[in-house]
């Protein structure tokens, strides 16, 4: 890749993304292996490198300095949202909560530009999560499954059975995952099916009928732990209103984004219900939440 033209006095900006190095601070913008890009966010962008050696590959989450926000502005909100996602991991992870490990980390940024005094924003690095999103695993569990309903696959009944038993227990995992969260005081703020990953398990699964084994792409495609990733917008919160409308969120999204798996969500909130002891009082103001966003669904 060639080195970018920026200029010093040029600010680093989150749209500028035809050099994504370009704006990287040191010492992840002069390395051998460069990070890749995997996504760009509202506030950061999310690339894939390593941490000390090249065997342990990592997620850095950079969040770039704000050209509109004051120098000083930019600097205390990029230290607060910076410190408070890490802290909400680091607290997560200690609780039993499963979520990616904090690595290191810098609020600052070492590197200034020109004259304007602005900073080259923060960044944290942190553990990388072999696998993929739950939207994804079940866009692509929904696909294999149709196809094989399409090509009259042998062993029709049993597959769909079985796909259908795995489909629920991953809706008990999520639950459960929410649940534990929720346990500790922590409300994510963005929950969707974007921001739980399946970490990819060894083994595949297959299905007995006789002294047939039907192997398919169905069984393994929702494998794996659930895994709760991108805590920008958490809080640490006691309410029972937060943690429903926490549900809420995910309910929305889970209908908009799976429609026709939106059925399954139940298994989600029956999980959650027993997950731990207030959960149930949680759901039942859940049910005061719906109402409202009905209401405003309504009136527009």
């Known amino acids: 890749m060639e080195e970018s033209s920026l200029s010093p006095d040029l600010v680093p900006s989150i749209t500028d993304l035809s050099t994504p190095l370009s704006i990287l601070p040191s010492p992840f913008n002069d390395i051998q ?3 890749r890009l995997i996504t760009q966010g509202a506030e950061a962008l999310l690339y894939q490198t390593h ?13 770039p300095s704000k050209s509109w926000r004051h120098p000083a502005l ?4 990029t230290r607060h949202r910076i410190l408070s996602e890490a802290r909400t991991l680091v607290r997560c992870r200690r609780e039993g909560v499963s979520v990616p490990a904090v690595w290191s980390l810098d609020w600052e940024g070492g590197e200034v530009f020109g004259q304007t005094g602005r900073r080259s924003g923060g960044w944290m690095m942190m553990e990388w999560i072999e696998g993929d999103t739950v939207r994804n695993s079940l866009n692509r569990w929904l696909n294999t499954r149709n196809a094989s309903c399409k090509d009259g696959a042998e062993w029709l009944d049993t597959t769909e059975a079985a796909s259908d038993e795995v489909a629920v227990e991953l809706m008990k995992k999520i639950g459960h995952a929410i649940g534990r969260m929720h346990e ?3 409300v994510h ?27 398919t792409a169905i069984d393994t495609a929702l494998d794996g732990d659930v895994v709760l990733i991108d805590f920008g917008l958490a809080t640490q919160s006691v309410q029972d209103e937060d943690k429903a409308v926490d549900l809420y969120v ?3 999204a889970f209908g908009s984004t799976h429609p026709t798996v939106e059925k399954l969500f139940k298994e989600v909130l029956t999980a959650y219900g027993l997950s731990y002891k207030g959960a149930l009082v949680v759901l039942r103001r859940l049910e005061d939440v719906r109402l409202r966003g009905r209401k405003r669904s309504m009136l527009g």
């Open 33 to 35: 292996d460069p990070p």
């Open 51 to 63: 941490f000390l050696t090249s065997a342990h590959t990592c997620a850095l989450k950079y969040r």
């Open 74 to 77: 930019d600097v205390r909100l």
């Open 184 to 186: 500790i005081g922590i």
């Open 189 to 215: 703020g963005d929950l969707t099916t974007s921001n739980l990953m399946l970490r990819t398990t060894k083994g595949e699964r297959g299905l007995e009928n006789g002294t047939h084994r039907l192997l």
């Open 250 to 252: 995910l309910e929305r």
